[in-house]
């Protein structure tokens, strides 16, 4: 075998092992990529509970922040709707007296009755959004077709379920004991300053809280 046979050859055995060697790395990155999605998977998402009242202008406000948010984020967060506000209850939800008026106690009962008809998330939040920009209770019906919600609101409103769903949500407020209507409330804990950000910026303290809490997988380009 002459010498340009010899470097023929030991250049093919390079390439063959060059190749190997990318070929490995490749399925070694795409097997680490994998785990991690797993583990992201696993992961348990940012929790977020909002207080509201159903006749409050700040939520109603607050409102155009909620709808695209929770659509772009609703892979990574799981929020729980709580419609009371600083409403207060009487001989155990017997009479409710609600801070904008028994149209606004109509409101928060209405509202709960909607939300618990569903565990969907995503219905939940088109639904409030839908009635909380809504002029008055007139769109019901059309903000609960809107969600793909078929829910006998009527039965629920006038009877003992309405009342309960509603100390259910005063038990939840309380836990609070909330000064300002909304209160946006991350994992269970009340921080004065994630409030304050939440009401400027809710986007952003969402984004924030899911890269401290490392919740958003290295590819993903959704906070940037």
């Known amino acids: 075998m002459n010498r340009l046979s010899v470097n023929i050859v030991l250049t093919v055995v390079l390439c063959l092992l060059i190749w190997q060697t990318f ?12 785990i991690t999605d797993q583990l992201m998977n696993n992961k348990k998402p940012l ?3 909002l207080l509201y009242e159903s006749l409050c202008p700040d939520s109603r406000s607050f409102m155009h922040q909620l709808g695209p948010v929770y659509e772009e984020f609703q892979d990574y967060i799981n929020i729980l709707l709580v419609p009371f506000g600083k409403s207060q ?3 155990n939800g017997a009479i409710f007296h609600c801070q904008h008026g028994p149209a606004e106690c109509k409101g928060n009962r209405l509202q709960s009755c909607v939300i618990n008809s569903t565990a969907n998330q995503a219905a939940q939040v088109k639904f409030v959004v839908c009635q909380m920009l809504a002029p008055d209770y007139s769109r019901v019906d ?6 793909g919600l078929l829910t006998d609101v009527v039965h629920c409103l006038s009877t003992e379920t309405g009342t309960k769903l509603q100390l259910q ?11 300002f209507i909304p209160t946006i409330v ?8 994630l409030q ?13 809280l899911l890269r401290q809490q490392n919740l958003l997988p290295s590819s993903s380009t959704i906070c940037q």
């Open 196 to 208: 304050d950000h939440s009401l400027r910026d809710f986007r952003g303290t969402v984004c924030h």
């Open 23 to 34: 070929t490995y790395y490749s399925i070694l990155e795409q097997i680490c990529a994998s």
């Open 47 to 49: 929790h977020i509970t």
């Open 142 to 147: 059309q903000c609960a077709n809107e969600a």
């Open 186 to 193: 991350y994992n269970g804990v009340f921080n004065q300053q």
């Open 169 to 179: 949500a005063e038990l939840v407020t309380k836990q609070y004991s909330p000064s």
């Open 89 to 91: 209850s009487e001989r």
